[in-house]
């Protein structure tokens, strides 16, 4: 289960990192109740920065992260751009 503090967590922690725009994506955002992970796709952050901010959120929030770079433009970033919420 993916909790409103949870999202909160990452909001919290994205900003900490200096994360540009930050959206919620996959089974959190449509099924917060039965989602067992929290899939993120984030822009501002690369390379070695962008695995350690994953590193952070899942330690802190204690579930499954999944955290994608928006760039580069694919298929599935513009989904998530269109379709994801935007959380930052």
């Keep these: ?10 909001i919290d922690l994205a900003r900490q990192y200096g994360v540009k725009r930050l959206f919620l994506f996959g089974s959190a ?3 917060p109740e039965t ?3 929290l899939d993120l796709a984030c822009e501002g ?21 999944d955290l994608i770079p928006l760039s580069p433009v694919s298929a599935l970033t513009q989904k998530i751009e269109r379709e994801g919420r935007r959380l930052l």
Excluded: C, F, K
């Design 29 to 31: 955002l449509h099924s």
């Design 35 to 37: 989602a067992r992970d």
């Design 45 to 65: 952050l690369s390379g070695w920065n962008l695995y350690e901010l994953a590193a952070a959120m899942e330690e802190s929030l204690n579930i499954p992260l």
């Design 1 to 10: 289960m993916v909790l409103a503090s949870h999202i909160q967590t990452a």
